[in-house]
């Protein structure tokens, strides 16, 4: 050991949890008929989850870029959201795999609200 800092750490410790979020939004897209109530209330609720993860997707991305990137805030936060919008979209056809979902070009465009909204709050 030559007492230099690893590169590899921030890595981990920043990309990390993106890819573990992103893992859990994949299984929450594997699941068929995801119902969280019933009754009118249930499409608002899920829209609003959609922004929800999608909105923490971004924010995760943008910490990793301002961790282990030098770049501009302008930078990192459109490339958090094209990310975010190629992981929803992705997403979205993956559900078309799922029994009892189907991919949504509208859900993509509320995902990516969610992210650019999620960056939109604190720089």
């Given at each position: 050991?030559?007492?230099?800092?690893?590169?590899?750490?921030?890595?981990v410790k920043y990309w990390?949890?993106?890819?573990?979020?992103?893992?859990?939004?994949?299984?929450?897209?594997?699941?068929?008929?995801?119902r969280f109530v019933q009754g009118p209330?249930?499409?608002?609720?899920?829209?609003?989850?959609?922004?929800?993860?999608?909105?923490?997707?971004?924010?995760?991305?943008?910490?990793?870029?301002?961790?282990?990137?030098?770049?501009?805030?302008?930078?990192?936060?459109?490339?958090?959201?094209?990310?975010?919008?190629?992981?929803?979209?992705?997403?979205?056809?993956?559900?078309?795999?799922?029994?009892?979902?189907?991919?949504?070009?509208?859900?993509?465009?509320?995902?990516?609200?969610?992210?650019?909204?999620?960056?939109?709050?604190?720089?």
């Amino acid at each position: 050991m030559t007492g230099r800092p690893s590169k590899v750490l921030p890595l981990v410790k920043y990309w990390l949890p993106v890819l573990a979020w992103a893992a859990f939004i994949f299984y929450l897209s594997s699941i068929p008929d995801l119902r969280f109530v019933q009754g009118p209330w249930d499409f608002w609720i899920r829209k609003a989850g959609h922004m929800g993860v999608f909105g923490i997707l971004a924010r995760l991305i943008a910490r990793a870029f301002i961790n282990t990137a030098y770049l501009s805030w302008k930078k990192i936060f459109a490339a958090a959201l094209v990310l975010t919008f190629l992981y929803a979209s992705l997403d979205e056809y993956h559900q078309t795999f799922t029994q009892g979902r189907h991919g949504c070009i509208s859900d993509v465009m509320i995902d990516t609200t969610g992210g650019w909204l999620a960056l939109g709050i604190i720089p």
